[in-house]
């Protein structure tokens, strides 16, 4: 997986989180697949289509925060993430 300071694309543009389709249990397998940028500021009360359920690995940005919640529409539990 990247490192939290490895967030940010070649063009500079600063990223928060990418979350990732695939997980094995090999670490260095990890964030393989599919991937889901969340770039700052972002609020998105539903996922994009296909990715419900999807998600396996994640890595946060430093000074970024991302919450999650367990239902569509920010409702159920929640929990955050960060660096």
């Known amino acids: ?5 490895d967030l940010r ?3 500079g543009t600063r990223v928060c989180a990418q979350l990732y389709s695939d997980n094995s249990p090999y670490y260095d397998q990890c964030c393989a697949g599919d991937v889901l940028v969340v770039l700052p500021g972002s609020d998105v009360p539903y996922m994009p289509r296909g990715w419900s359920a999807r998600v396996s ?4 940005g430093t000074k970024c925060e991302l919450t999650v919640w367990s239902r569509k529409a920010k409702g159920g539990k929640s929990r955050r993430f960060g660096a």
């Open 1 to 5: 997986c990247p490192t939290a300071a």
């Open 57 to 60: 690995s994640l890595v946060v």
């Open 9 to 11: 694309p070649a063009n």
